[in-house]
């Protein structure tokens, strides 16, 4: 039986958080290959978001979880996809959104606390119009 701590992912920064979300969840990940894209999330707060390559495509999974952690009151969810721009179709507006200017922008991974995108574009959500 293959262990999670034994994914090559589960080393990376944040990757943790994917690999155990999935494990916790029943949700299949041993066919990820690299996260491309990340909408950090936390603890009892908003969730995570992940565009991530796999063996055969691309996945998109979000999920969450309370104060404790994965493994206790959480959720996780995987969509599969033959291309980005498919799996980009499967994200709900607002991440779709920002996951398509972290494209733009070359940027690979950024708190769920962001969703005001003013980080993305310094024009944006000013208050003088």
Not at 39 to 47: M, W
Not at 106 to 111: Q, T
Request: with cysteine; hydrophobic share 35%; aromatic share 12%.
């Amino acid at each position: 039986m293959r262990d999670m701590w034994d994914h090559p992912l589960y080393k990376e920064d944040h990757a943790s958080d994917l690999i155990y979300a999935c494990e916790c969840n029943k949700v299949p990940y041993w066919d990820l290959q690299e996260i491309l894209l990340e909408i950090t999330g936390e603890n009892d707060g908003e969730d995570w978001h992940w565009i991530v390559k796999s063996e055969t495509g691309f996945a998109y999974i979000h999920g969450g979880c309370d104060y404790t952690g994965w493994d206790c009151q959480s959720n996780a969810e995987r969509f599969d996809a033959d291309s980005l721009k498919n799996c980009l179709i499967l994200v709900g507006q607002d991440e779709r959104r920002i996951f398509e200017e972290m494209i733009k922008n070359e940027v690979k991974a950024v708190p769920a606390t962001k969703r005001d995108t003013s980080w993305i574009n310094p024009w944006m959500n000013r208050g003088d119009e």
